[in-house]
């Protein structure tokens, strides 16, 4: 079963489009980087999916339920983290934590250890019983995140989770989010304008320009795509597809989808018994520069 | 159902405790504490001398307890004015705080129905201004009861009407601030509305058509202090009397605060349904 699916989703503002024509299906377990510049539509996605705004036609259904139509229920195993929230300022991150659980459907006894769960996880013990209106930008990140991840959602919505962080705190943040996906198979979107970011968590990552999606690719992690530059221009009908699938030529420098089960010393043999002289081989950097391409 | 019972209650409980321990409810609080002082000061200072003055603004004192009714009068009126104050406090960034400062974003996602949000926010912004009626209230209470030592039965029907009039002043202006995405425009806008539109809308009429506007909230509410002393500041129908209000207009007044309360926050209600955060 598919985790949320867009279908056809527009929001318009007078005769301004923020997002137009918008489909995306997310697969459980998958981890989905919305990657654009400002303005590029990816926020109103995620704020229509949470229930924020609502969308002038088409639809966001999360585990099949209507987010419209019935928000309670479709948000029920949804974590979201939409912008940098605000938290009500006489409050301390143990009562919003509590409150969150409550709502999210915790009985009593398991409260606490939910809010004991995450503020170990998000080394929050220090700050938990500080009134919000005193936190840093990085503490109500955190606070944020862990109201995100809640009473365990199945579904995480992270619209720029890193915005704002020091360099450490970004690091931290990733781990966070990448572990989350590996070891408790959770499925996240993520919005970034950070290529980095999506290339180093994203399954697959889709690039939005004006309100439109632009591209939709694995990331080349998955991909396992190679540049290689030969010393003279290839001739790539010599290559065998079975081993090296060409995926673009560019002068001497072809960039390549290797076979899952060969490594990089088995695909510099191969091209030294086909008399291929090579110069240098690298991983590629293919969203950085289809992104490039495609956002001007 | 149940559900929605249990989900208001900790939404009720979540919204008083950021209410209670905000500075605008201690801020609150002085000020209905140095009121109180004032009156104080006045009553003890001055009550004997009360049916004087109320003989020479032409009230003709008729009936028993005539001196504690004007005393109370004077409390009352003050009393009627705490809740608009409260509820600018209170009331005005109850639903344009949300946007402006961006609570929406962690709100709104929860698993909550907006209504519930609204109704436990609405519920904790009446309790809160509730409180300070009663302290209020209290020290009135204590001053009687030291000065003429019992309670006439008004200050029972003055306290329950205060009490409408909570519902009724809080639901304007969480209409108000349902409207504005920006705390400044609506505290202004409900002081304008309260103090300036309101009233003027009384003055206008009155000279116009010599009636009250007794449907007016403003008019209503002034049921709060004449179930003491029926008299009114009107420009064109000032009846000065010693003699309380009647059941029937007690009645008519607290309807339609009630039914200020009811529209408002019915309004309220579909806006915020429809309230989105850009």
Not at chain 1, 126 to 146: H, I, P, V
Not at chain 2, 57 to 70: C, Q, R, Y
Not at chain 2, 99 to 124: C, D, N, Q, W
Not at chain 2, 136 to 164: A, K, R
Request: proline share 3%.
């Amino acid at each position: 079963m598919k985790e949320l699916v867009a279908d056809r989703l527009s929001k318009r503002y007078g005769n301004f489009y923020a997002i137009e024509d918008f489909n995306l299906e997310v697969e459980k377990g998958q981890v989905v980087a919305l990657l654009g510049p400002n303005g590029a539509g990816k926020s109103t996605f995620l704020k229509i999916s949470t229930n924020i705004i609502h969308a002038s036609s088409g639809s966001v259904k999360i585990s099949g339920i209507n987010v419209e139509d019935d928000p309670m229920k479709a948000l029920e195993k949804v974590g979201p983290l939409v912008e940098l929230p605000e938290f009500y300022p006489y409050l301390n991150g143990t009562e919003v934590l509590n409150f969150v659980c409550k709502v999210k459907g915790a009985v009593p006894e398991k409260i606490k250890d939910e809010t004991r769960r995450l503020s170990e996880m998000l080394r929050m013990n220090d700050f938990m019983n500080k009134k919000c209106g005193y936190y840093s930008r990085g503490m109500k990140q955190r606070l944020a995140l862990a109201c995100a991840m809640a009473m365990d959602p199945e579904l995480l919505i992270l619209d720029e989770p890193t915005f704002g962080l020091d360099p450490r705190g970004m690091r931290e943040f990733v781990e966070i989010i990448k572990d989350i996906n590996e070891k408790e198979g959770k499925t996240i979107i993520l919005s970034t304008h950070l290529i980095s970011e999506a290339r180093e968590i994203a399954h697959n990552v889709i690039i939005l320009n004006h309100g439109r999606k632009m591209l939709e690719m694995k990331n080349e992690r998955e991909m396992n795509l190679l540049n290689i530059t030969f010393e003279t221009k290839l001739d790539v009908s010599r290559l065998d597809p079975e081993i090296l699938n060409v995926i673009d030529l560019n002068g001497e420098t072809v960039t390549i989808q290797r076979n899952d089960n060969l490594t990089n010393e088995d695909i510099i043999e191969y091209l030294q018994k086909n008399n291929m002289r090579i110069k240098w081989i690298e991983p590629t950097n293919q969203i950085e520069r289809k992104y490039l391409e495609l956002v001007e | 159902m149940f559900k929605r019972v249990s989900l208001l209650k900790d939404t009720y409980i979540y919204y008083f405790k950021n209410y209670y321990r905000s500075k605008s409810f201690y801020l609150m609080f002085l000020i209905s504490i140095l009121v109180s002082i004032l009156l104080i000061y006045l009553s003890f200072r001055y009550q004997s001398r009360l049916a004087n003055f109320a003989s020479r603004a032409g009230v003709k004192l008729i009936g028993p307890n005539s001196t504690e009714k004007i005393l109370a009068y004077l409390w009352a009126l003050i009393l009627s004015t705490l809740p608009v104050f409260a509820s600018v406090f209170f009331g005005s960034p109850a639903i344009s705080s949300e946007i402006e400062s961006k609570t929406a974003f962690h709100i709104f996602t929860l698993p909550i129905p907006r209504s519930v949000l609204l109704i436990g926010k609405y519920l904790a912004a009446v309790t809160a201004t509730t409180l300070i009626v009663i302290s209020f209230t209290i020290i009135e209470m204590i001053v009687f009861q030291y000065i003429y030592g019992y309670l006439i039965i008004q200050f029972l029907y003055s306290f329950l009407l205060t009490l409408v009039f909570v519902f009724a002043i809080s639901g304007v202006t969480f209409l108000i601030s349902s409207i504005f995405n920006k705390n400044t425009y609506a505290y202004i806008s409900v002081l304008l509305i309260y103090l300036l539109i309101f009233n003027a809308g009384t003055i206008i009429i009155e000279l116009l058509y010599k009636t009250t506007p007794y449907y007016l909230l403003n008019e209503a509410e002034t049921a709060v202090y004449r179930v003491f002393l029926n008299f009114s500041f009107g420009i064109t129908t000032a009846v000065p009397s010693s003699i309380s209000m009647s059941t029937h207009e007690m009645i008519a007044n607290a309807l339609i605060m009630g039914l200020y309360a009811i529209i408002s926050f019915g309004i309220t209600l579909i806006l915020f349904e429809r309230k989105e955060v850009k």
